[in-house]
């Protein structure tokens, strides 16, 4: 496996507006890309920060896993994603490592990646998702 960065840091959102608004106005920052990820019941901002990004994330249920997070932790960082060269490959060599995976095989996530998440029981509580982008 081969980790070539930290592609984006997760922070988890109660309120969207006011924080787009801090992030981009406050720290000036670019927003690049907005999306819902219905499969993760989430709507996401991606502000670039040189080569890696924040990501912004709002529930758009109450059963959305970020919706869980903030009843349990409140807001704050709930993930740190890192690029991974080959995916598939990555999810396999975990699990062979006996590494506990929240997903069991790459799915398709925001900004149309491949990512898969690290169960935090095995990363001592820091949920990772790895993802791998698709070839430009
Ligand atoms: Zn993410």
């Known amino acids: ?7 984006h840091l997760g922070i988890a959102v109660k309120d969207l507006e006011p924080v787009k608004k801090l992030y ?4 000036n920052l670019t927003l690049h890309h907005e999306e819902v990820v219905e499969s993760q019941k989430v709507r996401v901002c991606f ?7 924040l990501e ?10 970020v919706a869980k997070f903030i009843d349990k932790n409140g807001e704050g ?15 396999e060599e975990l699990k062979a490592a006996g590494v506990r995976m929240v997903d069991d095989k ?5 900004h149309g990646a491949q990512v898969a998440f690290i169960h935090p029981k095995s990363t001592h509580g820091v949920l990772i998702e790895l993802c791998q982008h698709r070839p430009k």
């Open 77 to 91: 960082i709930h993930h740190i994603a890192l690029e991974v060269d080959d995916i598939a490959a990555a999810v």
């Open 1 to 7: 496996m081969k980790i070539t960065r930290i592609d």
């Open 24 to 27: 981009g106005e406050g720290l």
């Open 56 to 65: 912004l994330l709002l529930a758009t249920s109450p059963d959305s896993p």
């Open 47 to 53: 502000f670039k920060v040189g080569e890696t990004n």
């Open 106 to 110: 790459p799915r398709e996530g925001a």
